[in-house]
């Protein structure tokens, strides 16, 4: 894959995919819910991986 309309298409997918799960942990950490540790960890793999596919499909273009 590489930073042509596939790789565009790839890192809007996987951002589309990324963000209501993000915001479903900062609307239940705002309301006082504690998700389990192991689920913040691993949403913010998830964001920080998605980042870096947007970065280098940017940075290929």
């Known amino acids: 894959m590489n930073g042509g309309p596939r790789g565009v298409r790839a890192a809007r997918i996987a951002a589309v995919a990324v963000l209501p799960?993000?915001?479903?942990?900062?609307?239940?950490?705002?309301?006082?819910?504690?998700?389990?540790?192991?689920?913040?960890a691993g949403a913010e793999a998830l964001v920080l991986?998605?980042?870096l596919l947007e970065a280098w499909v940017l940075r290929s273009l």
Do not use: D, H, N, Q
């Not at 993000?22 to 239940?28: D, G, N, S």
């Open 21 to 40: 799960g993000e915001l479903a942990l900062t609307v239940c950490s705002v309301a006082g819910a504690r998700p389990p540790g192991w689920a913040l």
């Open 49 to 51: 991986a998605v980042l």
